[in-house]
C-alpha cells in the first residue's frame, strides 16, 4: 500500500511538472522571470533611439539656418559695400566751374589738390573725366605713423573724379575713406571721423548738390 501510495505521489508530480513545461512552452514570456523587465528595457531602448533622432534632426535645421543666415548675411555686406565704397555724386555746377573751384577751396582748409591724368584720357566719348589728388602733410604724417597702418598708403593721397555724363550732369565720385579705414582698424579710423572726414565735407559743402541727389 505505502508503495503505491509513493508512485501515485509520484506521478502526479511528475504530471505537475509536465503541464508546467507545456505551459512554459505555450506562454514563452511566462518562462523567464526576467520577461518583463527585459521588455522595460526595450521601450526604454526604443526611446532612446526616437529622441537620439530627434535631436540630430534638430541640429541639422539648426546648421542648414546656420548656413542660411552667414550666405544672407554676407550678400547683404557684398550688396553694402557695392552702393557705399564708391560715392557717387551728382553735382548742380557744371564741370568747368567745379575743375576751376576745386584747388582755391581746398587750399583754404590747407589741403594741396593736384590733378595727375597719368595715361588716362581727359575726354571719354566727347565727355570730360579728370582726377584730383588731395593731400595734407600733417595728416598723411598721422595716418603713417604706425607701421601696421602703412598699408594704406597704396591709397594716399585721396582722389576726387570730376566727370561728365551723357546726361549733361557733372559727378563726383571718391573712395569712401571712413568705411575703408572701419574695414581696415588701426588709428586711422579716428584720424578719418575726426579729423579728415569733417574738412572734406566742408570742402564738397562749397560744391550744390544736383537737385536730382536731394529727391
Known amino acids: 500500500m505505502k508503495m503505491q501510495s509513493d508512485t501515485s505521489q509520484k506521478t502526479s508530480e511528475e504530471q505537475q511538472l509536465q503541464n508546467k513545461s507545456t505551459d512554459n512552452i505555450q506562454n514563452p514570456e511566462s518562462f523567464s522571470p526576467d520577461s518583463e523587465l527585459v521588455s522595460g528595457k526595450k521601450a526604454v531602448s526604443g526611446k532612446e533611439v526616437s529622441t537620439r533622432k530627434q535631436k540630430i534632426r534638430y541640429a541639422l535645421w539648426f546648421f542648414c539656418g546656420g548656413l542660411w543666415g552667414a550666405a544672407l548675411m554676407f550678400i547683404g555686406i557684398v550688396l553694402y559695400l557695392r552702393h557705399n565704397l564708391i560715392q557717387e555724386i551728382p553735382m548742380e555746377k557744371d564741370f568747368v566751374q567745379i575743375a576751376d573751384m576745386i584747388g582755391p577751396v581746398a587750399l583754404k582748409y590747407g589741403w594741396q589738390v ?17 582726377v584730383y ?82 529727391k
Open 114 to 130: 593736384s590733378c595727375n591724368q597719368c595715361g588716362m584720357p581727359r575726354v571719354i566719348n566727347n565727355q570730360p573725366v579728370e
Open 133 to 214: 589728388r588731395m593731400c595734407k602733410t600733417p595728416y598723411a604724417q598721422d595716418l603713417l605713423s604706425e607701421e601696421n597702418d602703412r598699408k594704406i598708403s597704396c591709397i594716399l593721397p585721396c582722389s576726387i573724379a570730376i566727370y561728365r555724363k551723357s546726361d549733361g550732369i557733372t559727378y563726383i565720385s571718391k573712395l569712401n575713406m571712413p568705411l575703408v579705414t572701419q574695414l581696415l582698424g588701426g588709428t586711422s579710423v579716428g584720424i578719418f571721423y575726426e579729423k579728415i572726414a569733417p574738412e572734406q565735407n566742408a570742402i564738397m559743402s562749397h560744391f550744390p548738390v544736383h537737385e536730382n541727389m536731394k
